[in-house]
């Protein structure tokens, strides 16, 4: 939201107060305390009237300064702000000097420059990040349109801004206006599924709004040498987080708002579904698995997407059993064929749904401010909304799930969620509408994520679609509707680099897109993406997106990388693990990697899955596609073609290639089972290892299917001489792996020696 006319103006109806000076500081054990003037006090007349901002600077995590503002401070409600389970309360330095008042939090430290000229100063060491600066920080009222809070954070020469959830707009955020406000809007506009009020740098530092309601982002848009944020209201509550690499950002950013539980590994294999609107029954869906196996396409999951139920009855939680008349037994035939069940769900009832008149009765939905339930003709016709802040309602709607799961469902694709009122309902627990609009898809996957955990155990995992800041908790999210085109399939990539970003660690998309029909190079393409994704998933609106539909050779493509992903299945699940130690998402940025290589930092057409991996999708119809490659000399994992790193490549690839390229100096373990996701990772495991230099030692990490670490050690390499030794358990057969040529399996299961002269 811009409040300003240019340099000089305002816009107008506008008054607006900019803190001028630190009038008093308040240095507590835990906090200082600012008093900021927004004018200049040269005497006692001054003092008089107002407004004063109260400016609280705290830390609720090593390497994070919290940054409180108020204007009235019980005039309103409280508020809900960004969950933080990690949030405590670490040990600060304060120094309370002549000119300058500083806290300290680990990396970072907050100076406050006493008396005339606002100025709030974050820096790393000495060296500076961003700054709160002239007219930065601002208390505005708007005639007719409100009081707003906000900051403007200063940027720097060259500085790039990323994230702000998952975004399909320009992957570099500079000049963007962002409302952080969940909409359903699709892949092809500024629009989001998944707004997240955060953003990092290439400077190294990341910045999280604390808010649950719509904060408007000015990045560069404004004033183009800062990031305004603001939020209607009479204060605004954000958080700067230290690096110095990206990795160490969101690695922070997610010890505060919680990191990601580990997803079952059958979950990584390919997911295909019946389709939104095509027609089917159980013999269509059994046709589609049934020559899936014919074709030797391996497949992991079924999903049966909203037609499962009867029409006009979403959700009643009931099989329309006009093509489903025995439930049961289809899921333990499918089951029988080693496939997980999803199903579709969305958290509205339906006026016609039995259960409406049930959740009416006992207050489980939305209200109006009159007390009379919220309905809508948008998706449903008198759709009602469940009010997940009702622990009755919540148990209800968990009853019904809880059924499905007895009956054999194994997860659910938890849809929707963005089409929620921000105005004019009323919460059970009397929550402000306006902050619930965000907050409502979080309560949404908990409420069902946590069901899962309960009766599934480490089995949980939901396919969400909306969300907010903190979702990574309750994985795995996908990209929303885009259009079967290469410019939609683009579009997605720069939604899930925006996502990851964010501290979320899985994300998928639908492969060959949603609306639409996939020309066969589309669809091609985009199952080489979709495999070369975290998670993978077939699903269309209107036709099936089972290959041999589209071409022959589609199904060649689909069992080519769907094969690819399952060998590896023991490097993904540990980079998987790794996630949810760390917070490092699967899916990374090219600038996350490497961020000291400028290249890098604009990259929003590749990206790597994990440290030794790097994918270039192909976005054309000839297979023409241009990537860079950073320093060093790369492998192509698929023909052992070595490429030289510091430039750009253009290739020409078939559909049974795409640039895949092993970093220098790593080491990918290989694994043995290629018809499905879910093995012993341990048994069988080749470790290929890819330009280690001469008496460098590159690390690998083997996980269980239990979540549990399987094997840990390092290969060196002296001269021809390579040494791979397990620290930490053990493998079984194994064997190295150096320029395509394997060594004999040999060891005691701890060690193995091989000279490849």
């Not at 190079?521 to 699903?539: D, E, N, P, T």
């Not at 269980?704 to 057969?733: I, K």
């Amino acid at each position: 939201m811009k409040f300003t006319d240019g340099q000089w103006l305002l816009q107008p109806g506008i008054a607006a107060h900019y803190a001028a000076e630190a009038y008093a500081l308040e240095a507590h054990e835990e906090r200082l305390v600012v008093l900021a003037t927004t004018r200049p006090i040269k005497h006692r007349g001054d003092t008089l009237q107002g407004p004063t901002l109260t400016v609280t600077l705290s830390s609720p995590l090593e390497g994070v300064i919290r940054v409180s503002v108020e204007h009235y401070a019980a005039s309103t409600p409280p508020r809900l702000h960004v969950p933080m389970p990690g949030a405590g309360r670490p040990v600060v330095q304060i120094v309370d000097g002549e000119t300058t008042a500083t806290l300290t939090s680990g990396a970072i430290s907050v100076d406050v420059k006493k008396g005339e000229g606002w100025s709030l100063t974050f820096r790393e060491g000495e060296r500076v990040l961003t700054k709160s600066d002239w007219r930065g920080l601002g208390y505005i009222q708007w005639v007719g349109k409100g009081n707003h809070v906000h900051e403007q954070l200063t940027l720097a020469v060259g500085e790039n801004v990323y994230g702000l959830g998952e975004r399909f707009t320009p992957w570099v955020k500079n000049g963007q206006v962002v409302e952080n406000s969940n909409k359903d809007g699709g892949t092809a506009c500024e629009q989001a599924y998944k707004s997240v009020p955060f953003y990092m740098t290439s400077r190294g530092y990341g910045v999280l709004v604390n808010e649950a309601g719509p904060v408007s982002f000015e990045v560069g848009s404004e004033k183009v040498a800062r990031v305004q944020f603001s939020r209607e209201g009479e204060s605004l509550d954000y958080c700067v987080i230290a690096g110095p690499t990206p990795k160490e950002v969101v690695g922070r950013l997610t010890a505060l708002t919680g990191r990601a539980p580990l997803p079952p590994a059958w979950s990584f294999g390919l997911w295909m579904t019946t389709s939104f609107t095509t027609q089917y029954d159980e013999a269509t869906a059994t046709h589609f698995i049934d020559e899936m196996a014919r074709r030797e396409l391996p497949l992991s999951v079924f999903h049966f997407d909203c037609f499962w139920m009867r029409e006009f009855q979403w959700c009643d939680f009931e099989w329309d059993r006009r093509g489903f008349p025995e439930p049961e037994a289809m899921l333990k035939r499918l089951h029988a064929k080693g496939l997980k069940i999803s199903l579709w769900i969305n958290p509205y009832v339906a006026q016609k749904s039995p259960l409406f008149a049930e959740g009416v009765t006992n207050g489980y939905f939305i209200k109006r401010t009159n007390g009379l339930t919220f309905q809508t003709d948008q998706w449903q016709p008198g759709m009602a909304i469940v009010d997940f802040t009702s622990p009755a309602a919540k148990a209800w709607y968990q009853g019904h799930l809880r059924r499905l799961l007895a009956m054999g469902a194994d997860c659910f694709k938890t849809d929707f969620g963005e089409r929620i009122p921000s105005e004019g309902v009323s919460y059970f627990d009397g929550s402000d509408p306006a902050e619930m609009h965000n907050l409502y898809a979080l309560q949404y996957n908990q409420a069902v994520f946590e069901l899962l955990q309960e009766v599934q155990g480490p089995d949980a995992i939901v396919f969400a679609r909306s969300t907010y800041a903190s979702g990574q908790r309750f994985p795995v999210h996908w990209g929303g509707d885009c259009w079967s085109t290469f410019e939609s399939m683009a579009e997605s990539l720069r939604g899930g680099l925006s996502l990851t970003s964010c501290g979320f660690a899985f994300w998928s998309h639908d492969i060959g897109g949603f609306e639409g029909n996939p020309p066969p190079a589309v669809y091609k393409r985009w199952i080489q993406f979709g495999l070369m994704s975290s998670h993978s998933r077939l699903h269309g609106s209107s036709s099936y997106r089972v290959p041999w539909l589209v071409d022959e050779e589609s199904c060649d493509v689909l069992r080519v990388f769907t094969r690819l992903k399952h060998q590896l299945m023991p490097y993904l699940y540990a980079k998987a693990h790794e996630a949810t130690q760390t917070g490092v998402p699967l899916m990374r940025s090219m600038l996350m990697e490497h961020p000291q290589d400028p290249a890098c930092a604009t990259l929003d057409r590749q990206y790597q899955l994990g440290e030794a991996l790097l994918v270039a999708p192909v976005f054309t119809e000839s297979g023409e596609v241009d990537f860079y490659l950073p320093e060093g000399r790369w492998t192509h994992l698929l023909s052992g073609e070595k490429k030289p790193g510091g430039r750009w490549h253009r290739e020409t690839h078939g559909f049974l290639s795409m640039p895949l390229y092993a970093a220098p100096n790593s080491v990918i373990a290989w694994g043995a089972e290629m018809q499905k996701p879910d093995y012993d990772y341990a048994r069988g495991t080749v470790l290929r290892v890819f330009e280690l230099d001469d008496g460098a030692c590159a690390a690998f990490t083997v996980v269980g299917l239990d979540g549990q670490v399987a094997a840990r050690g390092t290969v060196s390499r002296q001269g021809q001489r390579y040494a791979a030794e397990v620290s930490e358990g053990a493998l079984r057969d194994w064997a190295l792996e150096v320029d395509g040529r394997r060594s004999p399996v040999q060891g005691d299961g701890t060690a193995l020696y091989w000279t490849t002269a």
